[in-house]
């Protein structure tokens, strides 16, 4: 089995020495790690060559003549790969060294799955570490009520296309023979493009989870997406009420500005499946999605013109003025 790195980057000097070293340190190594640097101005260039010089056959770099942004240039370094897996890296992150060997054997123990996440740790711009929480806290990703459900698959798949995508890229690892691979990730506003891999493996049943931490993620000033910092569980109960859509469960939404993230969150999404509705070359139909988006809405409006009707219609007022 062929193991390909996709690593994308941009500015990347500060934390890219521990990035790399952490992939060269695995118990099971690659075959090949892909660089795609999106015409970084600092010193990455120079700190590749280094490593290229030294491991000639290991990196294959791609240099953009301009910024194309994470997205497109995500898309550019998957389809460079030509291992059976391709395991996702980020640029200021750090690998535990049984990551690979732990990605690997789930793939042979699971032949039908097509990709693979996993939690991770957090660590600061220090790579000091967060004893409290992990990366899917920071997320707000309530995986404990995913996991006690019955059916583990379709309720991932809710949670990712309704309420928040769940799967960091950084912690992706998927099997290179999927058709949606070669054709052109879609630029849609607030689709990051670790959903729409993570939506196209969700819908085709073969996204798996593993509740194990093979990464350190870093949270710090200058990445490009992040995570919670504050209020974790609150955000993870919040969550947990868009997926079951039932306002007043576990009482969880105290005030207004609780209820204004949710039906942020529900009209954010319904934009996104909206354009995901347009695009001609998916294998999958989202329209239940967007049906059960649009009940959720209402639902979420009628409890708050009931609770906090001033507030519910200044609400609308703002959003009518702003259309």
Request: glycine share 4%; charged share 25%; aromatic share 10%.
């Amino acid at each position: 089995m062929k193991i390909s790195v996709a690593l994308i980057v941009y500015n990347g000097a500060k934390y890219l020495r521990t990035q790399l070293d952490s992939i060269l340190a695995q118990t099971h190594k690659v075959d090949e790690i892909i660089v795609c640097d999106d015409a970084s101005y600092d010193n990455t260039k120079e700190i590749l060559d280094e490593y290229k010089k030294n491991n000639p056959n290991l990196f294959f770099f791609h240099y953009n003549n301009q910024n194309i942004g994470p997205t497109k240039n995500i898309e550019k370094a998957i389809q460079a790969c030509t291992g059976d897996i391709i395991i996702l890296a980020d640029q200021d992150d750090y690998w535990e060294t049984n990551r690979v060997n732990r990605i690997v054997k789930w793939f042979e123990q699971n032949p039908t799955m097509n990709g693979v996440f996993t939690n991770g740790s957090l660590i600061n711009s220090k790579g000091e570490l967060d004893n409290k929480y992990g990366l899917w806290d920071a997320m707000s990703f309530p995986y404990k009520t995913i996991k006690s459900k019955n059916e583990l698959n379709n309720n991932l798949k809710l949670y990712i296309n309704t309420v928040e995508n769940s799967v960091t890229g950084a912690t992706l690892a998927i099997r290179n023979n999927l058709a949606f691979l070669k054709q052109p990730f879609p630029i849609i506003k607030n689709l990051v493009h670790d959903r729409w891999l993570a939506i196209n493996l969700a819908e085709n049943n073969s996204l798996g989870i593993l509740d194990n931490k093979l990464i350190r993620y870093r949270i710090h000033s200058a990445q490009a997406i992040g995570g919670m910092t504050k209020n974790i569980e609150k955000y993870i109960e919040l969550n947990a009420n868009l997926l079951e859509g039932i306002p007043n469960i576990n009482n969880s939404i105290t005030s207004f500005k609780d209820l204004r993230y949710i039906l942020n969150k529900i009209e954010i999404n319904l934009e996104i499946q909206n354009e995901i509705l347009k695009i001609e070359t998916k294998d999958f139909d989202n329209t239940n999605y967007i049906f059960i988006l649009k009940n959720k809405h209402k639902i979420y409006l009628e409890y708050g013109f009931e609770k906090w009707p001033i507030f519910s219609r200044l609400r609308k007022f703002k959003k009518l003025f702003i259309a």
